[in-house]
């Protein structure tokens, strides 16, 4: 069976802070891994994915993560939070294969940002 | 883009009324979507998969009598839940797949039984 794990329901940070979402991942076969943002009213947005092909992996609004082996570990980072950023975040991983058809996701860690 | 709408965001209703919950994509067809649910401080979780013109295929442990799927077209797809009881209550999200671009989510529905 395939499960990720988000340590930290809720995170704060303050404006300009790095920002470090932490997610683990159990899996018996490669995982394809996700990372969600969902603000408030709107549906799951796709941040990122990992697909076994880089470990670190870019995503859009400035997040990136990186996929780590050994630690089974595949944390979301920011250098610099803005106010924007303010959202609950979601780890997720695939049942489909690479594809984000079919997903396990974690509890969700609400990220608040601070003036 | 690909817009996913889920409506009702929110819905109140009493124990033993049913409640229907609409997936719709705006913008492109869907032969499948998918439903997941999240109950208080535990993960998201997928319920079914919804497929267009044919039953949806169930989970393990989630009763299909309960919680029926329609997919009667390409860009709609409702979850019925039957005889609501409070412990029904959970935040449920759809999403639909749009074939070469994965699959993308609704803003999801807070279903409150009283």
């Known amino acids: 069976a395939q499960s990720v794990t988000q340590l930290g329901s809720h995170v704060s940070v303050s404006e300009g802070a790095l920002v470090l979402l932490r997610c683990n991942y159990s899996?018996?076969?490669?995982?394809?891994l996700f990372w969600y943002v969902q603000y408030p009213n709107q549906g799951l947005q796709l941040l990122l994915k990992y697909t076994s092909a880089a470990t670190l992996v870019k995503g859009i609004n400035g997040f990136e993560a990186e996929f780590k082996k050994s630690e089974t570990s595949f944390h979301l980072t920011k250098p610099s939070a803005h106010m924007r950023d303010a959202a609950e975040y979601f780890c997720a991983v695939s049942l489909s294969g690479g594809s984000n058809y079919k997903l396990t996701f974690g509890k969700g860690t609400l990220l608040t940002v601070n003036p | 883009g690909a817009v996913v709408s889920q409506h009702p965001s929110r819905v109140i209703c009493k124990s033993g009324t049913s409640v229907k919950i609409e997936c719709r994509s705006l913008d492109f067809q869907a032969t499948t979507m998918f439903w997941y649910r999240q109950f208080p401080k535990q993960s998201l979780m997928l319920m079914a998969t919804s497929n267009e013109g044919s039953k949806a295929t169930y989970e393990q442990g989630v009763e299909k009598d309960k919680f029926l799927i329609n997919h009667a077209s390409l860009t709609l797809s409702t979850l019925t839940v039957t005889s609501a009881h409070p412990e029904d209550s959970s935040f449920y999200i759809c999403?639909?797949?749009?074939?070469?671009?994965?699959?993308?989510f609704g803003q999801g529905t807070r279903l409150t039984v009283v």
């Open positions: 899996s018996s076969v490669p995982p394809y």
């Open positions: 999403s639909a797949r749009r074939t070469g671009h994965g699959a993308f």
